[in-house]
């Protein structure tokens, strides 16, 4: 981590949802991002993610916080993380990630990150609140198209 660069507390809100606190960032690199990786360290293979829902894709960091040093919490979103090798935006889960960091991919550069384990977060962690509204629509799709499967072979025989 350099000098300029700290957090606060990073809570897991539910399966998408990292809630970094209280982040400090003095702005020196010239193409960082949040990022989220698979590895345990940062590589050019991560994703970007936008704090707070900004922008997709995300526009590199400037100095944090961006005003008279009031407070930044940052909300990673990993529903919209975007993925700079493939130029596309893929929907993540913290299961997958093994780091969270501060990271310019151009020059390798790791500003801050933390190590994160998020296979040892199922069964731990909640699904996101949309990851349920989507099952309970499919389970809903799914016994509709049964009874109607019924009602059809029924009216067949």
């Given at each position: 981590m350099?000098?300029?660069?700290?957090?606060?507390?990073?809570?897991?809100?539910?399966?998408?949802r990292?809630?970094?606190?209280?982040?400090t960032?003095?702005?020196?690199?010239?193409?960082?991002?949040?990022?989220?990786?698979?590895s345990?360290?940062?590589?050019?293979?991560?994703?970007k993610?936008?704090?707070?829902?900004?922008?997709?894709?995300?526009?590199p960091?400037s100095?944090?916080?961006?005003?008279?040093?009031?407070?930044?919490?940052?909300?990673?979103?990993?529903?919209r993380a975007?993925?700079?090798v493939?130029?596309?935006?893929?929907?993540?889960?913290?299961?997958?990630?093994k780091?969270?960091?501060?990271?310019?991919?151009?020059?390798?550069?790791?500003y801050?990150?933390?190590p994160f384990?998020g296979t040892a977060?199922?069964?731990?962690?909640?699904?996101a609140?949309?990851?349920?509204?989507?099952?309970?629509?499919?389970?809903?799709?799914a016994t509709?198209?049964r009874?109607?499967?019924?009602?059809?072979?029924?009216?067949?025989?």
């Amino acid at each position: 981590m350099t000098a300029g660069t700290s957090s606060g507390p990073i809570t897991v809100q539910d399966s998408r949802r990292i809630l970094l606190e209280r982040v400090t960032y003095d702005g020196t690199g010239s193409d960082a991002y949040f990022w989220v990786d698979r590895s345990p360290e940062p590589t050019k293979s991560g994703f970007k993610v936008a704090p707070n829902q900004d922008e997709t894709p995300p526009l590199p960091l400037s100095r944090l916080p961006r005003e008279n040093d009031t407070q930044y919490d940052a909300l990673l979103n990993l529903r919209r993380a975007f993925r700079p090798v493939t130029g596309s935006i893929q929907s993540l889960t913290v299961f997958e990630l093994k780091s969270v960091a501060i990271y310019d991919r151009n020059y390798g550069t790791v500003y801050g990150d933390a190590p994160f384990n998020g296979t040892a977060l199922k069964g731990i962690i909640p699904p996101a609140l949309d990851d349920l509204t989507v099952q309970r629509i499919s389970n809903k799709a799914a016994t509709l198209i049964r009874d109607v499967t019924i009602l059809f072979a029924q009216s067949l025989g």
